[in-house]
Every structure is written in C-alpha cells, then in structure tokens.
C-alpha cells in the first residue's frame, strides 16, 4: 500500500508543478524552454497515475502481469481498468499525445525556441511545437482524469487504512 501512496503522492506533485509552471511561472519569465519542462512533469504525472492504478489492480489480481513498457501498460490501462472506473478518454489522449513528443524529443536532433513555441525537429526534418495554449488544454483536460483517479484511490487507501486499523494491525 505504501507503494500506492508514493505513486499518488508523486503524480500529485507532478500534476502541481506542471500547473504552477503554467499559470504562474510562465506568465513571468516567458522563456520556451519552460514548455518543455511542463510537458515533462505532465507526462510523469499522467504516466505515475495510470502506474498507481495498475499496481492497484494487480495488488487485487484484477489484471494480468504486465511489462515495463509504456505501450504494455497504456493499453493495459485502456482496456480494462479505464471501462471498469469509467475514465474519460481526454486524459488518455493527451497522455498519448505527450508520450509521442516524448519520443519525438528522445530523437530530436534539433530542439529551439520561436516566437511563444517550444520547437522540436527529427533528422528528417520532421517539426513538433509546443505552446503554451496547448499545454493549457492539455492541463485542463488531464484535470478531470487525475480528479476521478485521485477519488478512487484515495477512498481504496483510507477503507484499507480503516480496515487493518479495526484489526489491529500496524
């Protein structure tokens, strides 16, 4: 369980700083480079949540074994544990939107800012921008999905909590 709350508890964090970057930071500095940073603690904070639910699950064996990849347990996650909470599908496509910038970025061979975007080009002179509008939307949409996840552990933690604590145990 204590794993389960390290996860949250870290996904939460995640979540936090991304939006403070956003909405406060940002605003400030107005320094590109910023985008990418937000991007970044997005990704972990969706990323860390659909890992919580599935550790969750498995706890339970609910779900079979899965994999260290990140395909593995997107659709792990899609598949099962999103119809059986009833998960948006928002959160999951932006998760899927910031995983392929994430890749996108591993290959980058040339990453700059221009004007208010945060640009990324592969070798074959492929480009990907961030804005700050879009991270915007991707922050709004994500907030629904990290809501209703956070309310579905949370109350899974404190009734074992409430539980092993009626028992006695420590």
Do not use: W
Not at 24 to 52: C, F
Not at 81 to 98: F, H, K
């Amino acid at each position: 369980m204590e794993k389960l709350k390290s996860l949250l508890y870290d996904a939460n964090k995640s979540f936090e700083a991304a939006d403070h970057l956003t909405y406060v930071t940002y605003p400030l500095i107005k320094d590109s480079k910023l985008l990418s940073t937000i991007a970044d603690n997005l990704y972990n904070s969706l990323s860390k949540l659909i890992e919580a639910v599935l550790y969750y699950e498995r706890m339970y064996k609910r779900i079979p074994p899965y994999g260290n990849s990140f395909a593995e347990r997107f659709h792990l996650f899609r598949s099962k544990c999103a119809p059986r909470y009833s998960i948006p599908r928002e959160g999951l496509t932006v998760l899927q939107s910031l995983q392929e910038y994430m890749e996108t970025k591993k290959k980058a061979a040339l990453e700059f800012n221009r004007r208010d975007r945060f640009i990324i080009a592969t070798r074959e002179y492929r480009m990907s921008a961030l804005t700050l509008d879009k991270l915007k939307n991707y922050i709004f949409q994500s907030k629904r999905f990290i809501a209703q996840v956070n309310n579905i552990l949370v109350k899974e933690i404190k009734r074992f909590e409430d539980v092993r604590g009626i028992r006695g145990e420590r």
